[in-house]
């Protein structure tokens, strides 16, 4: 019954590399999202898209770049990992208009050392 | 700016019951949203208010009122499992959500 799957759960990266994070949602919806979070500071949103090849900053881009390829897929990508990327990043779908909010990935902890 | 305010911090008892307040202050309002997160696991959607009022669903139940940018949520019959963190979410546009920070909420026996 999974409907949002990010592809790792735990990562650990060198400062500097480049790094990708996956997420596939088998729900046909059209919104993907990817947020991070942080203690006391909550979920923030990275960015976002709402259609095939269509992207939106969020409110915490720097740093992060995205790809959305197939309407199930939606890539997040760290061009130079920084130590203050560490963070839990969490994907999450929904369709248009949906009053029951966001579908959630389980989330992938990374740690850039 | 646009800003979610909600207790860091509650402490209840098994069995009592339990207000989580949030206020507001959003660019847009498209509706709020309740979610559940456990520790170390991923929010799971509990309610959405987009009308002034009282939503109920089972033990849960939320209230929103616009005119004031504030809602509850209300836990009743609490158990050791509704341990977790709440978290208040508002759309501002069509399709995002801007989320508070969380409660996190301990059931004591």
């Known amino acids: 019954d999974v409907k949002v799957t990010q592809s790792s759960r735990y990562l650990v990266k060198r400062t500097g590399e480049k790094v990708f994070l996956e997420c596939v949602q088998d729900?046909?919806?059209?919104?993907m999202f990817w947020y991070r979070q942080d203690p006391g500071l909550g979920l923030r949103l990275i960015y976002f898209s709402y259609d095939v090849k269509m992207k939106e900053k969020g409110d915490i881009p720097e740093g992060y770049s995205v790809s959305r390829e197939k309407k199930e897929r939606f890539s997040l990508i760290l061009e130079s990992a920084s130590t203050n990327q560490t963070s839990m990043y969490l994907c999450?779908?929904?369709?248009?208009?949906?009053?029951?909010?966001?579908?959630f990935g389980s989330g992938t902890r990374l740690t850039v050392v | 700016g646009q800003n979610i305010d909600q207790p860091t911090e509650m402490t209840a008892t098994e069995g009592a019951i339990v207000q989580i307040n949030c206020t507001y202050q959003t660019s847009g309002f498209n509706g709020l949203f309740w979610y559940q997160q456990h520790a170390g696991e991923a929010p799971t959607f509990l309610s959405y208010?987009?009308?002034?009022g009282l939503e109920e669903k089972g033990r849960f139940s939320s209230f929103l009122s616009r005119s004031k940018g504030y809602s509850y949520l209300l836990l009743k019959e609490l158990q050791m499992k509704d341990s977790a963190s709440y978290l208040c979410a508002v759309k501002t546009g069509a399709n995002n959500l801007f989320f508070g920070t969380g409660t996190r909420l301990t059931v004591i026996p």
């Open positions: 999450a779908s929904s369709l248009v208009g949906d009053g029951d909010g966001y579908t």
């Open positions: 208010n987009v009308l002034d």
């Open positions: 729900m046909d919806h059209e919104n």
